[in-house]
């Protein structure tokens, strides 16, 4: 079982809610970036809250029908960070 300390320290927790900022340095590659988190989010019928704009992605996540962070929010902000890793993008501290 996956717990909140199984996500990386660049994802914060605040009111019931995981949230990470990624440097994509331009558009193109951030627009590539959430399409990846899209294809992962369906998968998982998981779907974050995703901002996208020239120079960086900021993704929230959150169990709405529970209103809490839960597992799936944690396995999804691994994915995503593995998604980051493969398109060699940094996360805002």
Known sequence: MNSLFDVSPHWS???AKL???FNT???A???KFVNLIGAS???ANHHPDILLTYG???ITLTSH???EITDRDVSLANIIDAHAKALEIS???
Request: proline letters at 0%; a negative charge.
């Open 13 to 15: 927790s605040e009111n």
């Open 19 to 21: 949230t990470a900022h």
């Open 25 to 27: 340095e331009n558009f």
């Open 29 to 31: 590659t951030g627009l």
């Open 41 to 43: 989010a369906e998968e």
């Open 56 to 58: 960086f992605v900021e």
């Open 65 to 67: 029908d529970v209103g």
């Open 91 to 93: 996360a805002k501290a």
